[in-house]
């Protein structure tokens, strides 16, 4: 080989060596490999040269070539690694991490109260063998009063202070009794035995213990020889669930157009409440339903033969059994959305 080609290679490959070694970081080895490797770089040049190398030579030139070029190849390799872990260690060193920090905390969702409770409900009843069943919340004055033994005018009307929509017969339901009327018509003659919650709604001057909007969730059994004892039974045996074996449970006799007869069922307040007078106009109870036996007219608006089937009916207020619960002394504070007040259950 000539000596000055030998040469070339030995100086291309001192100068390659030297430069790598020159380059501080990742961009500047870049770089180097551009002007070494690159399209028209140095090692490129060289090996090109191969074809003006007088024959004979041509192999020595060949092998000495390519030694050089896979030295600086690996030279290069190692130094970019090299590059690399250090710009890792850099950047650990300037923003240190630190592992025993604790981590940031998710916020949770929870279960409005309102929901709990009903859910509590549905469970008590579901072991009890009611299925749950829903209606609309607008009704129609048919199905609110008429089917329900209050006729246009009838003077118990008064006792549900009512939402009228725009359109001449369509109100927004004040109680979820309308939806005894569906499940009658739906079940066809059938026997049944549903609970059926939702919303409510009443043009209420809105005060601690009345709201515009407040669930109720209605029960219904029909079928033969269906008594009151039956449905003291299945109150009673809620009661206990819900508030446990200590608290009183009070039946006492009332009215309604759509039962008969009628009752409702009241829960003690807690004893140690400061509030209790104040929430139970002194009397230490709570009303936490209405109930009694289907009023006949009432069966035959649902199609089923009063002088075949008996049935009762109750209505109950889930909030207020919050209130009984946890002795909660403004029921406004349910829909204000207040955290301070969610967050506690
Ligand atoms: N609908 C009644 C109300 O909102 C509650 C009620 C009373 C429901 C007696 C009933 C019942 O099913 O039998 O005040």
Redesign the pocket.
Known sequence: MADNAADDLKTLEAQGLAELHGCADEAALRGWNTRFFGDKGLVKAALGKLSTIPKDQRGPYGKEVNRVKEDLTGAYDAALAEAKDKALQASLTANPLDVTLPGRSRPRGRLHPATQILRQIYAIFADLGFQVYRTREVETDELNFECLNMPAHHPARDMWDTFFTTTPGVVLRT?T?PGQIHVMREAAGKPIRVILPGMCYRNEAISTRSEIQFY?V?GLVIGEGVTMADLKGTITAFARRMFGPERQVRIRSSY?P??EP?IEVDIDWPADDPNRDRLTKGTGWLEIL???MVHPNVLRAGGYDPDKVTGF???MGPQRMLMLKHAIDDIRLFWQNDLRFLRQF
Do not use: D
């Open positions: 109680h009794s109720q209605e309604f759509f039962t009628s209405g109930a009694g009916a109750f209505g």
